[in-house]
């Protein structure tokens, strides 16, 4: 089971930002019960300086984008391309956050410093990855935090076509293994990319029952 951590000398509150408005605090730290208290509250860290320095940004999008496990959907050229890959969980933490902060990739907003808050979360057994190889070299992966029955991913990465698709339906195949109804992924906003595998939008009130909802599940089995 994860590390408990102490809890948060910080309140977090989505309930009353103003509609529309994705960003709704500023400050705060980044230490790991600060950063579960907030995902646990519908909000998640970026920051808000160039390539994502300080100051902390506390962000709960409206409108969510999320993947409810049912209506994840693999395309049949995404079932062809997985044959090429392997799908692992956990095997290469490090590996698929430096594949996500790479310095050339556009609008990059990974710090040293969150880099350093997901490290030791992942540490704790609150942060998890998953790879994507091809022929024993890493293409691709996403990572997150898992708390209940919700997966909460934070960036994903690729090198190969379709690597980043498949770390998602690894993910989702993990999450909903024993098919639970009250499991939820949240994937931040939904881009065209990720419509194409189910994603879909909801309100920041929607998407905050789901998640209270989510909270009740238990931890899936490969990240207990």
């Given at each position: 089971?994860?590390?408990?951590?102490?809890?948060?000398?910080?309140?977090?509150?989505?309930?009353?930002?103003?509609?529309?408005?994705?960003?709704?605090?500023?400050?705060?730290?980044?230490?790991?019960?600060?950063?579960?208290?907030?995902?646990?509250?519908?909000?998640?860290?970026?920051?808000?300086?160039?390539?994502?320095?300080?100051?902390?940004?506390?962000?709960?999008?409206?409108?969510?984008?999320?993947?409810?496990?049912?209506?994840?959907?693999?395309?049949?050229?995404?079932?062809?391309?997985?044959?090429?890959?392997?799908?692992?969980?956990d095997t290469d933490f490090a590996?698929?956050?430096?594949?996500?902060?790479?310095?050339?990739?556009?609008?990059?907003?990974?710090?040293?410093?969150?880099?350093?808050?997901?490290?030791?979360?992942?540490?704790?057994?609150?942060?998890?990855?998953?790879?994507?190889?091809?022929?024993?070299?890493?293409?691709?992966?996403?990572?997150?935090?898992?708390?209940?029955?919700?997966?909460?991913?934070?960036?994903?990465?690729?090198?190969?076509?379709?690597?980043?698709?498949?770390?998602?339906?690894?993910?989702?195949?993990?999450?909903?293994?024993?098919?639970?109804?009250?499991?939820?992924?949240?994937?931040?906003?939904?881009?065209?990319?990720?419509?194409?595998?189910?994603?879909?939008?909801?309100?920041?009130?929607?998407?905050?029952?789901?998640?209270?909802?989510?909270?009740?599940?238990?931890?899936?089995?490969?990240?207990?």
């Open positions: 089971m994860p590390t408990v951590p102490p809890p948060s000398r910080y309140v977090f509150d989505a309930t009353g930002a103003d509609q529309g408005e994705d960003l709704v605090g500023v400050g705060a730290d980044l230490a790991p019960g600060t950063v579960l208290e907030a995902y646990a509250r519908g909000l998640f860290p970026m920051g808000l300086g160039a390539a994502g320095a300080s100051p902390i940004g506390w962000w709960s999008p409206d409108p969510r984008g999320i993947l409810r496990p049912r209506d994840h959907h693999v395309s049949r050229s995404l079932r062809r391309s997985m044959r090429h890959f392997e799908v692992c969980v590996g698929v956050v430096a594949g996500c902060a790479d310095p050339s990739r556009t609008g990059r907003w990974i710090t040293p410093e969150i880099v350093e808050a997901y490290t030791e979360l992942h540490r704790m057994g609150w942060a998890h990855s998953v790879e994507v190889r091809q022929d024993g070299r890493l293409v691709g992966g996403l990572y997150g935090i898992a708390i209940g029955g919700l997966f909460a991913g934070e960036s994903m990465f690729h090198t190969a076509t379709d690597a980043s698709k498949a770390a998602v339906t690894g993910m989702v195949d993990i999450v909903a293994a024993d098919g639970d109804p009250r499991r939820l992924v949240d994937v931040q906003w939904r881009t065209p990319h990720l419509a194409t595998l189910g994603v879909t939008e909801v309100p920041r009130s929607a998407y905050l029952q789901l998640l209270a909802d989510a909270l009740t599940a238990p931890l899936p089995e490969p990240f207990r």
